[in-house]
């Protein structure tokens, strides 16, 4: 079997579907369920099916491109990634692990290799929090971590439902019938860019996932009090956002004092009201992402965090309420995925370093179903979820290349 990757179409089909956005480029912007999200589906769809690949939709919109193996009855290899992308972002962050997942197939395809079981590329539903605030809906569902009764309540910041959004864009089926059956899978790799600088600096172009982190988020509501900016005095004041910016800053000190360089907290939304120049605001809602390898330590800053709030709002006589978005564990890898990773690698001569993902992938869910790696290749200086987001097609390609080969150990 001799397995060729055409780097220069992968590359311009990278470029074709980064044109698909609501940003200017090189910016990408793609919120799940928009008219642009669908344009983009449409188009990732008819790529498989000229590849012959079977497709199907679930009904929180996950799609299925399968190449039927051998053993019909026998689990499907999967692998696949997300394209919807957060405001601003950059054209490679899960595009290379759909992108390149197609092409591995279509490699493997023109080397005259057959599946004993079927290969599966997954296009994953909302992966980004940005619409609905809370990521990997639709790994979510699929692998039963998230009940459908939960998905379906979950809303935008337009006050619209999970449930009203899907049905209007035509995605009309039950929720519940979104989680796989046992056994679904026999196993699933995922190709991504690191999202981190680690393998850059390095100078090496492949990493194994050993472990993805435990991710946590909250949505926290603080109360106070508005008024005129000229005729309440300072002694009287209870200014929301004063309270939110003591405990945004309260977060950061949790999380530089936690003893670990992996522990990671971030307020990524600050929302004002009444938002006017000359008015004390009287409500700021917040949204708090946490993130680490070790979830008791994850535990303890969440709760290092509340006693802050407590603190902070006794002080200024405000009220803090906290939602819980989700709370994650972390995931290990598994031993025979990342084992068919390591034996394609060596087998084209490419070395590689067994790393953590800091960041959160599908893989986090798909894994309480079935045995799940992940494939890193660099991203320049680490940047992603940004326009400059960068990882050059040699790397893509390579990537792709030891995806296909890794499919091909596992189907065989």
């Not at 004092?257 to 700021?284: E, K, L, W």
């Amino acid at each position: 079997m001799k397995l060729e990757i055409d780097q220069q179409r992968l590359n311009s089909e990278i470029e074709t579907l980064a044109a698909i956005s609501d940003a200017e480029p090189p910016a990408v912007t793609r919120i799940v369920f928009t008219p642009t999200d669908l344009k983009a589906r449409a188009w990732i769809i008819s790529r498989c099916e000229e590849a012959g690949l079977a497709v199907r939709q679930d009904a929180i919109g996950n799609i299925f491109a399968r190449w039927n193996g051998a053993d019909s009855a026998a689990p499907a290899v999967g692998t696949g990634s997300h394209i919807d992308a957060i405001p601003n972002a950059g054209k490679y962050d899960g595009v290379v692990g759909v992108l390149g997942g197609l092409e591995a197939i279509r490699a493997l395809q023109r080397s005259g290799f057959r599946p004993k079981n079927s290969i599966e590329l997954l296009v994953f539903a909302t992966e980004e929090p940005t619409r609905f605030g809370i990521g990997c809906l639709g790994s979510r569902l699929l692998s039963g971590t998230l009940s459908a009764e939960a998905a379906a309540k979950l809303k935008d910041r337009d006050g619209e439902s999970v449930d009203e959004v899907r049905r209007k864009v035509g995605f009309r089926g039950s929720l519940q019938d979104v989680k796989l059956p046992s056994g679904y899978y026999k196993a699933f790799v995922e190709l991504h860019i690191e999202q981190g600088p680690l393998l850059e600096r390095a100078q090496t172009s492949l990493g194994i996932v050993k472990s993805i982190a435990a991710p946590a988020s909250l949505r926290i509501s603080i109360e106070g009090a508005g008024g005129h900016a000229g005729g309440v005095l300072m002694p009287d004041r209870k200014d929301a956002l004063c309270a939110a910016a003591e405990l945004i800053l309260a977060v950061e000190n949790v999380a530089r004092s936690s003893g670990a360089v992996d522990t990671v907290a971030t307020i990524g939304v600050c929302d004002v009201f009444p938002g006017a120049v000359n008015s004390i605001p009287s409500r700021v809602g917040i949204t708090l992402d946490i993130r680490d390898t070790d979830l008791a330590r994850r535990d303890g800053v969440m709760q290092t965090i509340e006693l802050a709030s407590q603190s902070i709002a006794a002080k200024r006589q405000v009220s803090i309420q906290s939602e819980p978005l989700n709370a994650d564990a972390p995931a290990d890898c598994s031993a025979e995925v990342r084992r068919a990773l390591a034996d394609s690698c060596r087998q084209y001569g490419f070395p590689f370093l067994e790393l953590v993902s800091r960041a959160y992938h599908d893989s986090l869910f798909i894994s309480r179903i079935a045995s799940t790696g992940m494939l890193f290749i660099p991203c320049r200086n680490g940047y992603s979820h940004r326009p400059d987001e960068y990882a050059s097609p040699e790397d893509i390609a390579r990537g792709a290349l030891v995806l296909a080969e890794s499919l091909a150990r596992l189907s065989a």
